[in-house]
Structures are given as structure tokens and as C-alpha cells.
């Protein structure tokens, strides 16, 4: 257990709020009427940034959630992703919208726009709150970005470390920087 002392907030409530109003105009201005969005979220970690801003984005949507296994050999993600939780809604001819939390070496991201491509979207665009640019092994275009952070481990707003903080209100870096997640993982469910 990382008690919260170990926490420098990074991007507080307020700035998290007005960034996530100005995505949701962006992202209102980029489907013309009648071609509302369908957003998909990976769990665990969007599920608070999709709740601000479906509520920001001033029209009907629908949403989705999937969860994704990635494999590595215990020191490096090997890239290899599975969708442990499909999707409930075909996406066929539907303007799709990926809403992750954040996006590091981008492979589940090139991953998941291969995975939904390969099912027929009308469209297919990508918005990530926060963007580790800096790590990235996998080429992959994200359309709307919240904010590029630095190369540091950071926890709030749904992002945990091993599955503590997601309910904090704010982006924190964790200061006593954990093992990184790609670096982690071995056969286990992502989030
Ligand atoms: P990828 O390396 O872009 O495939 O990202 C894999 C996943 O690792 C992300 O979607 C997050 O769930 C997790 N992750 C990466 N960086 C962080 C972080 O700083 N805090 C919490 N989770 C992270």
C-alpha cells in the first residue's frame, strides 16, 4: 500500500475540467450533425475521463467498453494484445471514437485501431487525456490530445497503480515510480 504522500498532483481538478471542455468542443466540431459519435473506452482506466466527457459533449452519443489482455516476457511488452472483453454494439458503418486515458508506447492503441478497423467503422478517431510522446515504439495517430506529459508514472482521475488512486480528482505523478506497466506485466490483464 503507496500512501497519498507519495503523490505530486501534476494537473489539478480544475485544469482536468477545463481541458476535457475544450476536447468535448473539438470533438463536437468534428462529427457534422446527424453523424453523432460512438465512443468506445478501454477499461479500467477511461472510465472517468468518458463520464466528463460524454456530460461535456453537447449532443446524444452512444458508448462501449472493451478490456484488453497484453502479454509480455516480464521485462518488455511484446506488443501482443487480446481483447479480453468485446464489444457489446457492432461497430460496422458507425463513427467510432477511442477514448483512452492514456497512451505510452502506443501498442495497445495500434493495436486496438487495427482490431476495429478490421471491423468496418464509417470512422475511426482516437482521443487520449494524456500522451507519454516521449515512449513511444508504436507509430499511431491520436486526433485529440488532453495533455503530453512527461516520461513519469502518473496515478488519478482513473489511472491506478495496482489499482489504488483511481478515484482521486486529480493527475498525480507517483513519486516512489513504480516498475513500469508495459515493463510489468506478463500474461495478466491490463488495468
Ligand atoms: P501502451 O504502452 O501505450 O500500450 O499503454 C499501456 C497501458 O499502460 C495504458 O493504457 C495504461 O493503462 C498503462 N499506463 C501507461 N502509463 C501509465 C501511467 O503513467 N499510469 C498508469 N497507467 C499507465
Keep these: ?6 503523490l505530486t498532483v501534476l494537473l489539478t481538478a480544475d485544469q482536468l475540467r477545463d481541458r476535457v471542455r475544450e476536447l468535448a468542443a473539438e470533438i463536437n466540431t468534428s462529427y457534422p450533425t446527424g453523424r ?8 479500467k482506466g477511461g472510465f472517468i475521463f ?3 466527457l460524454v456530460r461535456a459533449l453537447d449532443r446524444p452519443v452512444t458508448i462501449d467498453f ?8 516480464g521485462t518488455r511488452s511484446s506488443g501482443v494484445v487480446t481483447l479480453a472483453t468485446d464489444f457489446e454494439i ?10 483512452e486515458d492514456i497512451v505510452d508506447t502506443g501498442q495497445t492503441l495500434s493495436w486496438l485501431l ?12 482516437t482521443v487520449s487525456l494524456l500522451d507519454k510522446r516521449s515512449r513511444r515504439t508504436a507509430e499511431v495517430d491520436i486526433e485529440h490530445v488532453g495533455f503530453t506529459i512527461e516520461d513519469r508514472f502518473v ?33 495478466s490483464l491490463r488495468r
Excluded at 453523432?36 to 477499461?43: E, G, M, Q, S
Design 1 to 6: 500500500m503507496i500512501d497519498e504522500t507519495a
Design 36 to 43: 453523432d459519435p460512438h465512443l468506445v473506452t478501454v477499461l
Design 50 to 52: 468518458l463520464a466528463d
Design 66 to 73: 472493451v478490456s484488453v489482455a497484453s502479454y509480455g516476457t
Design 90 to 99: 457492432d461497430i460496422t458503418d458507425r463513427d467510432v471514437l477511442i477514448v
Design 114 to 125: 487495427d482490431t476495429f478497423r478490421a471491423r468496418h467503422p464509417r470512422s475511426l478517431r
Design 155 to 187: 496515478v488519478g482521475y482513473g489511472l491506478d497503480y495496482a489499482e489504488q488512486f483511481r478515484h482521486l480528482p486529480y493527475v498525480a505523478v507517483l513519486d516512489q515510480t513504480p516498475q513500469h506497466p508495459s515493463e510489468r506485466h506478463t500474461d
